[in-house]
């Protein structure tokens, strides 16, 4: 195969240009956009997310960049109605059509997950009581001893829809996103289709959710599937016993990772930023997650070792959401091999 | 006007792609092994391709491209014309060979092994028989190429997993382990550096799959000020002393020598008491959701840092702020 793609190049060189470049200009998105809260008026202010997006920017345009900022949204800018679905809301700024990269850093919402007050659980076939707010299946999750997320004991826990918080000057949902009940679709476009219902008017095709309670263990599927209209991925982070720490150099050590080599793979790029960032970003146990979604197994494997090459071809963009593929780096060891690190059975 | 239009949409990006892997007087290496400090400070440790298990392919070649100093193997071909074969083709074309590349900043000198995403030395399983194992592998790793081992402290290893099925499977499926980092951590005279860092995956043939290395010099006038600190923090009128000076309960804090990112050109150092705090927000809404009743978690942290004086300090990628280059705006009706 290696051969005769030599000769192919070598005696069509000018052809091989040719086809190659109409096939790498005609389909690609090297959009970028940021949005960053630091100010939340005083209700839980942060003091580096704009420096972090900012830092992913950086990281992604030195000079001769293929990617450039479609969007820099900071603080009051950052606006609930950018990432809820509609040609006036996502298709004109996180989701906008020619981007490749969604990047927002800030406060996820704090929502029931637990019983109060904690249930401790051996099995979780004892998680039967969510608190309001939350929803069945509860499950037991497991921490606090060898192979588990260390800083706690196992509790159960429930399902509850996954919420951004911003504090924007035009909110028209309090302030609150949530990417998990259907208002959230990022990626839908004319590669993609329109299988979720939602028309062809966005096309990002990596979101990057950088900030507290990503995804909860054990209902990252659910969580996020809701939010899949075309997307290539969705990076996270997942506290396990802890949360997200709020650090100003996770957006430029993803990003940096590209410039490193274009030809590693985007998953990885994003989960091992933790091993890079003092205390590895994360306070307690808890892991950096990205989830792919599409029609077949093979496909949905497929995004998730996707290149920065791969990235922005929107041929690529996925379309469905009936098959998952996942990775986890989570910050302590685990050798168990027939159960979940996560849950107890 | 189509055709001009349509020959630029094609000619440009092939000419930037030529551009990006042009090889012009690309500088050598730095040297890999031990950074002296000069009296009184801490040795650093430059990581690079002589005598790293990091694999590359055959045939390497250096180039220049975004602030880094590139390693990655060549193609076939060494001519330019070649070359300019290579970066066209690889972005579709496997080569044999072809696994990934070793990038060392030009400004601060951190190096990183990257694999090709589908580099066949992912497809091994770990190294060891256990995630000690690896660690301890790992560690020797670095220490037969030059870090310093009086400055390693604890060996932390993160482990990877990945699952994959159906999306409407009730039982989910279990998260397998495939990898294990290993993170060796940095301390100085027991004050611990945080923001060095040396990781590295082994898979089970002993090879490097991926790696990481900020590992700088931290000069004597740091470390001067560190003992000071230290010497504040543990004599019981002079640390309340201290504590009036500051928001937050030191009792929990770490003293620390903090230093500037791997993403930074610009190198800071600073000895630093290190104050965690977090960040909760109520939710907005009268009806919203109450907060979480999971006793482990409690929103969002963020650390702060005090220098010996008491004033807080920022690292440098704490206060990078790009509103100059990209004003923002934002229309009403959007």
Known sequence: MLRWARHLSSRYWDMTVFVLSV????????????????????????????ANGDGFIRAMTPPDSEWHVIHRFTDRLVWDTDFLDGPQRDARNFDQSGTAISYY????????????????????????????????PGVCKAAGSTNYAPGDTPQCVYYSDRILLVNGS?????????????????????????????GTDGGTNLVVLDASFGVLPTYWVRQTQQAMAGIHMLATIMPVTGDTANVADRGGLFGGSWAQNPDGAVSTAWLTTMNSIAGSGINGGGCNFVIAFDTTAAKAQGHIDEDWNQLRNDGFDAQGNGFYSARWLCNWPSTITNKSIFELP | MAMKTRALAISVPALLSLAACATMNVPPPPRQGLIPAGDGGAAGYQHGIDGSRFVVGQNTRRLVQYGYLL??????DTSPRGRKRHCILRASVKLTGDEGTVAISRGN?????????RASTLRMPPFGASPQEHDAFVRDYFVKLGLPADQVDEVRCMTLLEANGRSDETAQAIPRVTAYYSIVKRVVEGIAAPDSFAWARANSEGRIVQEGVYWPVLPRGVLDEARRFKDILSDDQRRRAFQSRIPGDISKATLAIRHASATEGHFEVFASLDVMTRSSPAAPRSDARQRATDSSVGGMTVIRHFDINGTERFLPQEKLNLKDRYPERKDAER
Request: glycine share 16%; charged share 10%.
């Open chain 1, 105 to 136: 850093t800030g406060h996820g919402l704090i929502t029931p997950y637990g019983e109060n007050p904690a249930h401790r659980c051996t099995s979780s076939s004892q998680c039967t009581s969510p608190p309001a707010g939350a929803s069945p």
């Open chain 2, 109 to 117: 000198g951190s190096t990183f092994g990257v694999p090709h995403a």
């Open chain 2, 71 to 76: 390693m990655l193997a060549e193609y076939g």
């Open chain 1, 170 to 198: 035009n909110d028209q949902f309090g302030g609150q996103v949530n990417y998990s009940a259907g208002a959230a679709a990022w990626g839908e476009s004319s590669n993609s289709g329109a299988w979720r219902g939602v």
């Open chain 1, 23 to 50: 096939a790498l200009a005609g389909c690609q998105s090297t959009g970028l956009v940021v949005e960053s809260v630091n100010n939340y008026s005083g209700n839980g202010d942060l003091t580096n997310s704009i």
